[in-house]
């Protein structure tokens, strides 16, 4: 019988210990595995870096959650996003990705992948053609082999039609990457609109506390899984059995957490729309966002992200509104991050997106991100009140 999300979350990979009946499974805090004979392994387990009790389960948490057949976990998003670049590409190789993706990817494909004779091009993803066109043409004597979206994208809050890019990138033999770390697999499962393959940060709302830093790759593939998985040994920027074990906890109020980041985003944007400090809400919740009804189709909620562009005041421009903003709330903390039960607030153009300033893929000066936890809204609200006040 098929099964709900959250019943999976709470059971996927969790049998209780089979010595002690324990209803959580132990974390398994250790490097290595006793041998009873050479070559003879008790249950497959030999050494850390290959497996690790703690870390299959998290994995296959993780596949139920994405409706995929196999997962996999890293230390950290971008370990992950290179390993599944190294895993399946190879020099000569190109991507298309959007031109709003997170600046760290941007980073790893442009600058670290590119050494390796990984060639790139950022469109909008919103033009079918324009990503056609650049699929078609590849790169510099090379061929698309893999198409890269963020949906919402961080932090402008795009959306992206997955099914139709899905079939883009078909048609041209590429495979379709989706970096869900926004939406998490409560809100939108990629794999099922026609994605080869998702990716998150499990940093963000998959962990969930801001406690433990981790990555993810999901897909259904056996061929390409087998590759993944060599590659997840051979490198070892796996995840440490502690932050699997978090990340396992944290995952399993993945739905309940999500409804409350949403629900709360929403007031908070609406309320956003009528101060005139405001230029702009980048919500998908909202009915006049661009994305508003593909989101609507392709997630079950809005998520818990929201970036404002502020016009400012008589006193101030724009950008030192922002940055006024950024720096005088009190409930949001200042910090790079997201996803976490408490509400942060970051100003991306010098932060979590300074790897990308001066390209096209720079983000306004006049713009903050909001990763809204689940406090009381009221109080939200009220320390937004405060801070626009100070302009």
Request: charged letters at 20%; aromatic letters at 6%; hydrophobic letters at 40%.
């Amino acid at each position: 019988m098929s099964q709900g999300f959250n019943t999976r979350a709470v059971h996927a990979g969790q049998e209780p210990d089979a010595t002690t009946g324990a209803v959580v499974p132990p974390l398994y805090q250790t490097s290595t595995f006793a041998q009873d004979g050479i070559g003879k392994l008790r249950n497959g387990y030999e050494y850390g870096r290959g497996t690790n009790p703690t870390r299959d389960s998290l994995q296959e948490q993780l596949a139920a959650l994405e409706g995929g057949a196999h997962g996999f976990s890293f230390a950290s998003g971008l370990a992950a996003e290179d390993a599944l670049i190294r895993a399946l590409l190879a020099p000569g190789d190109h991507i298309v990705m959007g031109n709003d993706v997170y600046g760290g990817t941007y980073r790893l494909i442009n600058r670290v992948l590119s050494a390796w004779g990984i060639t790139n091009a950022a469109v909008d993803m919103a033009d079918f053609d324009g990503v056609a066109a650049a699929v078609s043409a590849g790169g510099a004597g090379g061929k698309t082999r893999m198409v890269w979206v963020e949906t919402p994208s961080n932090p402008m809050m795009k959306i992206t039609d997955i099914a139709a890019v899905a079939t883009i990138a078909r048609d041209a033999g590429a495979l379709l990457v989706v970096d869900n770390t926004f939406a998490s697999p409560y809100l939108q499962n990629p794999l099922a609109l026609g994605a080869d393959v998702v990716v998150h940060s499990t940093t963000k709302y998959i962990g969930g506390h801001s406690d433990a830093s981790g990555g993810a790759i999901v897909l259904n593939d056996d061929a390409m899984a087998e590759k993944i998985g060599f590659v997840q040994f051979a490198v070892g920027a796996v995840s440490a059995p502690m932050e699997a074990w978090l990340t396992t906890r944290g995952l399993k109020t993945l739905g309940v957490r999500m409804d409350r980041h949403s629900q709360n985003a929403q007031q908070i944007a609406e309320w956003l729309q009528g101060r005139p400090e405001v230029e702009r809400v980048l919500y998908p919740g909202l009915p006049d966002h661009p994305g508003h009804d593909l989101a609507a189709r392709q997630m079950k909620q809005f998520g818990g992200m929201i970036s404002v562009q502020f016009k400012g005041s008589a006193a101030l421009g724009g950008e030192a509104a922002a940055r006024r903003v950024a720096e005088s709330t009190r409930v949001f903390t200042l910090a790079e991050s997201l996803g976490g039960i408490e509400s942060l607030m970051n100003y991306p153009s010098e932060m979590t997106h300074a790897s990308v300033k001066g390209t096209e893929l720079a983000v306004p000066e006049n713009l903050v991100r909001l990763s809204v936890g689940i406090e009381d809204v009221e109080d939200l609200i009220g320390d937004l009140d405060q801070a626009l006040n100070t302009l």
